[in-house]
């Protein structure tokens, strides 16, 4: 049997925000049974956790029900929640298929209340695909250029004219698995505040209720293009659609030449443990 917790992410109320399921011990277990389980717990991502090397509190592997994914941002953070709190630790290191994952924790009254993660800083390319991602979307454009951004798992961004026309999709699910392993996130801006939806049918993820991993891009994203400024802390809402509102934080630094820092921070509350059989 093996020990798990599950945490509500970018959240501080049960049963909103995005739930991660966290093994703390996940020692000898094979690839394939990781991915099992994930695809039993069919959570947006499930966390194993191995011994740390280099520095690291810990060796984080993170599942989609379909996929193992380099890095991604609720389960970093909902793991980093969870050995805080066991280890009273200010700050957690995550070892990642991306890398060093640092997470700085907040506490209130001893309890951790918030946690920001400085994430792998993003490569970007145009992508190839737009005419066959903006017929999946059902939307004629997008307000800034459809680009695609790699810090482990790969994101395309489409801009929309505003929170309703991004509240109003309804993708074709089919079309967008098509695309292949790829997270689709649709957004509107209004001065610091952003409203987005992420699609990610092809990572076996249809819509995630806060994505993490995509914020940090989505910060340099919009920087890049004058949207923000650089600097500038951004408010990223999402999940409201499918009845799991998040909100996450996220700051890029630098400039459009050099992107020197990228965080993304946001709140989580643990709502249960049990037992697997999983040997």
Not at 179 to 205: Q, W, Y
Request: proline letters at 6%; glycine letters at 12%; aromatic letters at 6%.
């Amino acid at each position: 049997m093996r020990d798990y917790s599950v945490l509500d992410v970018f959240t501080d109320v049960p049963l909103e925000g995005n739930p991660v399921a966290i093994f703390t011990d996940g020692a000898g277990l094979s690839n394939e049974t990781m991915q099992r389980a994930a695809r039993e717990l069919n959570l947006s991502e499930t966390v194993f956790l191995l011994a740390g090397e280099e520095g690291a509190d810990a060796h984080a592997r993170i599942f989609t029900p379909y996929v193992e994914l380099p890095f991604a941002g609720h389960p970093v953070l909902g793991t980093a929640f969870l050995l805080g709190e066991r280890s009273g630790a200010e700050t957690v290191r995550l070892q990642t298929g991306s890398g060093l994952i640092r997470i700085a924790l907040e506490r209130r009254a001893g309890t951790v209340v918030y946690g920001e993660m400085q994430q792998p800083i993003p490569r970007w390319q145009p992508y190839d695909r737009t005419e066959e991602l903006l017929a999946a979307l059902g939307v004629a454009d997008s307000g800034l250029p459809v680009e695609v951004y790699d810090n482990g798992p790969r994101f395309a961004f489409v801009e929309l004219a505003d929170e309703w026309a991004v509240a109003s999709l309804r993708p074709d699910m089919r079309a967008l698995a098509e695309l292949g392993e790829i997270g689709v996130s649709c957004l509107a801006v209004a001065g610091d505040r952003v409203k987005t939806r992420m699609f990610g049918p092809g990572l076996g993820v249809a819509e995630d209720p806060a994505t993490g991993s995509a914020a940090g891009p989505l910060a340099v994203h919009l920087a890049r293009h004058g949207r923000t400024e650089w600097g500038q802390r951004i408010a990223i809402r999402q999940g409201a659609e499918i009845g799991r509102p998040s909100l996450l934080e996220a700051v890029a630094e630098g400039s459009a030449a050099k992107v020197e820092r990228v965080t993304v921070g946001g709140c989580a509350v643990p709502v249960a443990t049990g037992e697997y059989r999983l040997d």
